[in-house]
């Protein structure tokens, strides 16, 4: 009976969760070549600035993360404990943050460009542009790597560095010919998902006038309405990242490397060396997080002068994107509990395989999901209603797309992954073996569970609804792609106003955003860096 | 132990949010609800408008007509083709009365795809010009929208400019800021270049725009700034983002120039207004855009955005007045929806950004 169950549950969650990427794919199967040529000359740019932007972000992201990793890791210099620390903080702003600030005060007439014509007589390159965009996304993203590439480099033993000292490589040669080949795993990892972010990004990229595939989705579903053409786009767009997905895989290999000993030891870096550390890592903190927070801050004060929305405004934007955010949270955990329960109770390898892929998600591209549930859920919709209406007499109108359901679907499908491996992780620590001592200590079953199983499982299932929740409040492809009609919330807004160049707008809604966004980079930061 | 309970109650707060938000959340469009309201509001009666146009500036306008009339409004704002897109799948479930929209395209657009029914009525008539509402009544302008050239005093004198066509010339290379073709303003006056000289023509046109390399800034507001800065000569702009700026700065160094005032006349747009086919408020929505082409109406629905009325008894702001008369291009409006698909082909086939 429960093992009945147990095959079934995975099974019917995969088909949930699969079914709007299932929707695409067959969307890219059988191409419909009507649809590309009305796309038009569009199409060859989309692709070519989606792969620049996946070389570019890559490049950008990889070089500061490495180089920023490795200068934490491997030395001392002047506040390079804080700045171990604080440099992952960029990760707490949406990269249309970032791209909205940078534009309002880089772009000809923003302040900088302005002074710098007025003081320097120099004038600034054109910031809305394919350099633009990376300089930008490579900031906001770059810490995905160095989180990891630090990871990696800890594990690499002191002995291998050791060895390279005595061999007289250079600091720089022994990070490019030791620390990073046996930290390649890790590395791989972080630059997949600076590559999945790119792709998801539509806004900066608007905003910059650099049309992606991401933002030909939004362009020919948002601006023209056109399902047919948006879900063509949607499946290229997912052959890019199936692309980075196998490419992660093929770089990470089947490497597992084994290091003995602790990790490296730290050397100093005094003087001029010591100091340009200092001055390169602060540089980045400043573009990266510090000065646009504070711009931010002050247009939200300048702002409050002059509300170009009413507080009752926005309030209501925030509770809107609370509710939603914690709605997902929600049915996440719920079932992320149930699959990493199920599998837990020991399954056939179809079954694993299929849970394995339920939790894919998250490799999908944002406007990809929304399309895709749109597509998925629409066609659902329009069935019910005739069917009601045929037998019943009543229809009941628009319940999945209508309504938050379809988007609470939609960002489930995207984000199961998170609260998945959150739950697995602190429900695998639970072994028969701790149930079996517990048991013949002459605890009963009730008692295994509330003093051993729920404590040792709520922590990780605290975390995966809260990285899920702050994914939420920072989503906006989806978001705007299944949004019942009329329903802004706080990252709907940023995008909105931001588009019209209402800088202070949009100021607090993404203050709210960022704040949000730190409680998870504080939670890394506690686990260490 | 202490820690497991305050995850908990974490928790247990999340879910109260949730559901407090599922419930809450979704109040506007639901039917059942609405009939509810229509039994409260019943002396002075109720109309639902969906509208595209901003927030902010629809509100007083609404009050001021439920004050004179007793009428409540209640609306929803959304994009143009969102909308459309809702009407659509609502079909004769809709709670809406009125659409409100921002561009005579997405009008076009609406009535037809059968959103719209015809209105007969003789105050519409009067008070708003033929070209500025649908031949067959489904939908009539309320605010007239210049879209034309402006140019930084310091750099250009007036009489160097003259119409869109000639913003081809080479000698405005590197000189000029436009809109992208993502927004609907773009895509109107792409249409009308079609409607005035035939596919080719106007393709070679923004051909020569595009070879003239333009800074593309998707914000009105912005590029003016822009111009003002320095960063290009000449923008083409809805007139009202110049009228917003320098009613802050009147020291702008940014002014207006009407375009093709020797030919057809300036590029004028609308913010218009329809009933929808499944209205069941048809009464009360009928009053409110007859009330909103009325004096009143035009005066609270045009100042509070700097735009002309389109009511041709009622003067405009005094600071656009004070711009002076122009010709208009007196194409029909409506003429900017039939050819918007052709106009967003032409932009893409010429690498308009």
């Given at each position: 009976m429960l093992r009945g169950a147990a095959g079934i549950l995975p099974l019917f969650i995969f088909l949930l969760v699969a079914l709007p990427v299932l929707k695409v794919l067959a969307e890219v199967a059988v191409p419909s070549l009507e649809t590309w040529r009305s796309l038009g000359p569009l199409l060859p740019l989309m692709l070519r600035n989606t792969l620049l932007l996946l070389l570019g972000v890559g490049a950008g992201s990889f070089l500061l993360g490495v180089s920023l990793a490795w200068l934490t890791t491997a030395y001392r210099f002047p506040g390079s404990r804080y700045f171990e620390v604080l440099l992952i903080l960029p990760l707490a702003v949406p990269t249309y943050v970032l791209g909205y600030v940078y534009m309002a005060t880089f772009d000809y007439a923003g302040p900088f460009s302005t002074a710098a014509r007025q003081l320097l007589g120099i004038t600034l390159p054109e910031i809305r542009s394919g350099y633009g965009a990376v300089a930008v996304m490579s900031l906001v993203l770059y810490p995905y790597v160095y989180v990891m590439a630090r990871a990696g480099f800890r594990q690499v033993s002191s002995s291998s560095i050791d060895v390279s000292r005595v061999m007289g490589y250079t600091g720089l040669e022994t990070l490019i010919k030791v620390a990073l080949p046996l930290s390649r795993p890790a590395v791989a990892a972080g630059m997949a998902l600076v590559m999945m972010e790119a792709l998801t990004d539509f806004a900066t990229v608007r905003f910059f006038n650099f049309p992606t595939l991401s933002e030909g989705i939004i362009r020919v579903w948002y601006g023209r309405m056109n399902l047919e053409a948006a879900m063509e786009l949607a499946g290229l767009l997912l052959l890019f990242a199936l692309a980075v997905v196998s490419l992660e895989h093929r770089l990470r290999g089947r490497a597992q490397y084994f290091q003995t000993g602790g990790g490296m030891e730290k050397r100093p870096l005094r003087g001029v060396r010591g100091a340009a550390a200092a001055v390169f890592c602060a540089s980045v903190l400043l573009l990266a997080f510090v000065l646009p927070v504070l711009q931010l801050t002050l247009w939200a004060l300048e702002e409050?002068?002059?509300?170009?929305?009413?507080p009752e405004m926005y309030l209501q934007l925030l509770s809107r994107s609370l509710s939603l955010a914690a709605a997902a949270a929600l049915v996440c955990v719920l079932i992320a509990i149930v699959l990493a329960g199920v599998l837990q109770l020991g399954t056939g390898r179809v079954v694993r395989r299929l849970a394995r892929l339920s939790t894919?998600?998250?490799?999908?591209?944002g406007a990809v999901v929304g399309v895709g549930t749109l597509g998925v859920l629409s066609s659902f919709d329009h069935r019910l209603n005739s069917l009601l209406e045929g037998t019943l007499g009543f229809a009941p109108g628009l319940i999945a797309t209508g309504t938050v359901v379809g988007l609470i679907y939609a960002y489930t499908v995207k984000f199961m992954t998170i609260a998945y491996s959150a739950v697995d992780s602190s429900l695998s620590r639970i072994t028969p073996s701790i149930i079996g001592a517990a048991r013949s200590l002459g605890a009963r079953p009730l008692e295994v569970v509330r003093d051993i199983q729920a404590p040792m499982a709520v922590p990780g299932i605290a975390a995966g609804a809260v990285l899920v929740f702050v994914d939420v409040m920072k989503e906006l492809p989806i978001t705007l792609i299944l949004r019942p009609f009329g329903y802004d919330t706080l990252a709907v807004w940023v995008w909105q106003m931001a588009a019209e160049s209402l800088w202070g707008g949009a100021a607090l809604p993404a203050l709210t955003i960022v704040l949000a966004g730190i409680i998870p980079v504080a939670y890394i930061i506690r686990r260490g860096v | 132990m202490k820690e497991m309970r305050r995850t908990l109650a974490v928790l247990a707060g999340l879910l109260l949010l949730a559901t407090a938000g599922c419930l809450t959340g979704e109040q506007e469009p639901v039917g059942t609800q609405k009939e509810e309201r229509v039994a409260e509001a019943k002396e002075g009666g109720v109309v639902y408008v969906y509208s595209a146009r901003h927030y902010g500036h629809m509100e007083p306008v609404f009050e001021e007509f439920m004050k004179e009339t007793g009428i409540e409004v209640r609306f929803t704002f959304g994009k143009d083709a969102e909308i459309r897109e809702r009407l659509k799948a609502e079909g004769r479930f809709t709670p809406a009365d009125v659409y409100i929209a921002v561009d005579a395209g997405n009008l076009w657009l609406a009535a037809q795809e059968g959103l719209l029914q015809p209105v007969e009525s003789e105050v519409l008539e009067r008070n708003i010009p033929a070209n500025f509402r649908d031949p067959e009544n489904r939908w009539f302008g309320l605010t007239m929208r210049v879209r034309t050239i402006v140019y930084n005093t310091e750099r250009v004198s007036p009489e160097e400019l003259s119409t869109y066509e000639d913003l081809a010339d080479p000698r405005w290379k590197d000189r000029l800021c436009l809109r992208p073709s993502t927004k609907v303003y773009t895509q109107s006056l792409v249409a009308s270049l079609i409607a005035a000289h035939g596919e080719e023509k106007a393709e070679e046109i923004v051909r020569g725009w595009v070879e003239n390399n333009p800074r593309f800034i998707d914000s009105d507001t912005r590029i003016i700034e822009t111009v003002a800065a320095g960063g290009c000569d000449v923008g083409v702009v809805m007139h009202y983002y110049l009228a917003r700026l320098l009613d802050r700065n009147p020291d702008l160094p940014v002014r207006i120039f009407w375009a093709n005032q020797e030919d057809r006349g300036v590029h004028v747009n609308i913010v218009g207004a329809g009933v929808t086919k499944y209205a069941k408020n048809r009464d009360e929505a009928v009053r409110l855009i007859e009330w909103l082409s009325s004096e009143k109406g035009q005066r609270l629905f045009a100042d509070g955005n700097f735009e002309y009325p389109i009511n041709p008894e009622v003067e405009p702001h005094p600071l656009v007045k004070g711009w002076g008369e122009f010709r208009i291009d007196p194409i029909n409006v409506a003429e900017y929806g039939r050819l918007q698909a052709k106009a967003i082909q032409l932009m893409e086939r010429v690498g308009y950004r």
């Open positions: 409050t002068a002059a509300p170009s929305a009413s894919m998600g998250y490799a999908v591209p | -």
